[in-house]
Nanobody, 115 residues
Framework: QVHLVESGGGLVQPGGSLRLSCTASGSRFRFTFMRWYRQAPGKEREFVAQLTDTNVTDYADSVKGRFTISGDNAKNLVSLQMNSLKPEDTAVYYC?????????WGQGIQVTVSS
């Protein structure tokens, strides 16, 4: 069973930055992809960003140019650098990872953008 742990959330003012990290443990494989999703109150969970095992990245239109996903496939970890944060970025952010033999979600971490 792969276990994902997110860190780095918190409260930040509009225009500020936060960096989320996600570490996977319990797999003997390297990840196939790792993603970030988010869910705001009263809304469905939505895709934010993806990093594949070949270092291909993808972003939701709403975060392009502001968020950057990076990671280390050998260490099974991924980070999400979030800049120019807006109140509408407020949500619980979830790490999601796929391995050759498993698929896992983290518990989620709160990000609040407010003055």
């Amino acid at each position: 069973q792969v276990h994902l742990v997110e860190s780095g959330g918190g409260l930040v003012q509009p225009g500020g930055s936060l960096r989320l990290s996600c570490t996977a443990s319990g797999s003997r494989f390297r990840f196939t992809f790792m993603r970030w999703y988010r869910q705001a109150p009263g809304k469905e969970r939505e895709f934010v960003a993806q990093l594949t095992d070949t270092n291909v990245t993808d972003y939701a239109d709403s975060v392009k140019g502001r968020f950057t996903i990076s990671g280390d496939n050998a260490k099974n970890l991924v980070s999400l650098q979030m800049n120019s944060l807006k109140p509408e970025d407020t949500a619980v952010y979830y790490c999601n990872a796929a391995f050759p033999d498993s698929y896992s979600w983290g518990q989620g971490i709160q990000v609040t953008v407010s003055s």
